[in-house]
């Protein structure tokens, strides 16, 4: 089932984006060769402390941290780690936000030093495709308009898409319905509703877009060791179309 929000709830979820993209900014600024990020992790709980906010993802099914820290070839749900990070490397850093019962879920990936050409594409087409995703999430269309527009686009820059996690619903807990592929066919999936709260996350990898599972039991790793990046929002649907709830350029 699929529980549209109303206009009251998606504010009260827009005031925890706010506070996600806010603190995004400040990891932006912290992110350089030599910082761990067991420190990001450290420095997340603090921020939401100050806005009286507080890491969802915490507890959330036995996972302990507030972020997921995810470096290099590492695709999602890395943990937090006492590890420095190298000149040249990437690391995702995903959140999921609660302040007053409402919730904001968004990943950033963010390049750590100089990168190479080929990282630095890889960082660009991932951005652009979340954004290519969020042009199709408007009334009328179905999920799968969403996926396609990613999947096309990113296959065309020879780099792959993750199928193996997918963007979700999102309200009174993290996972709801209905679930967002970032792959599929124009035209297939659940009709796009006004009040649909749910989340847009593509990973994209420069090889295989098959993924492992590390021996944590929690983290995926691209099987041929290659990078791996990926942006998420969380994305409310209104009559007049896509609003960004953790948009970082907002007020
Ligand atoms: N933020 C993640 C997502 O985008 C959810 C992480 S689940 C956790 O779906 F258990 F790792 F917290
Ligand atoms: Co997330």
Redesign the pocket.
């Known amino acids: 089932m699929i529980v549209l929000k109303s206009e009251r709830e998606i504010e009260q979820m827009k005031e925890a984006g706010k506070v996600l993209a806010a603190c995004h900014k400040e990891i932006a600024k912290l992110i350089k060769p030599g910082i761990t990020t067991w420190e990001i992790e450290e420095f997340v709980e603090e921020f939401l402390k100050k806005h009286s906010a507080t890491p969802?993802?915490?507890g959330?099914?036995?996972?302990k941290?507030a972020t997921?820290a995810s470096i290099n070839d590492e695709i999602?749900?890395g943990f937090p780690r006492k590890v420095a990070l190298k000149e040249g490397s990437i690391v995702t850093i995903?959140?999921?936000v609660n302040l007053n019962g409402a919730l904001a879920?968004?990943?950033w990936t963010y390049a750590v030093g100089e990168v190479s050409d080929e990282t630095a594409k890889l960082l660009d087409v991932t951005k652009t495709a979340l954004y290519k995703g969020i042009e199709q999430a408007k009334v009328g269309n179905r999920i799968g308009d969403i996926g396609h527009a990613i999947q096309k686009y990113v296959e065309e820059t020879g780099f792959s898409v993750v199928r193996d996690?997918i963007?979700?619903g999102i309200g009174a807990s993290?996972?709801e319905k209905p679930d967002v592929p970032h792959y599929g066919l124009p035209g297939k999936g659940p009709r796009i509703k006004e009040g649909m709260v749910f989340?847009i996350?593509p990973m994209v990898n420069v090889g295989s877009y098959l993924s492992k599972m590390d021996t944590n039991g929690?983290t995926a790793r691209t099987i041929d060791g290659k990078y791996s990046a990926q942006y998420?929002h969380t994305i409310a649907i209104t009559k007049d179309g896509p609003v960004i709830l953790t948009d970082q350029d907002g007020e």
């Not at 959330?60 to 996972?63: A, D, E, P, V």
Request: hydrophobic fraction near 25%; charge should be negative.
């Open positions: 969802e993802q915490k959330y099914k036995g996972y941290y997921c999602c749900h995903d959140m999921v879920d968004s990943a996690f963007g979700h993290i996972h989340t996350e929690w998420e």
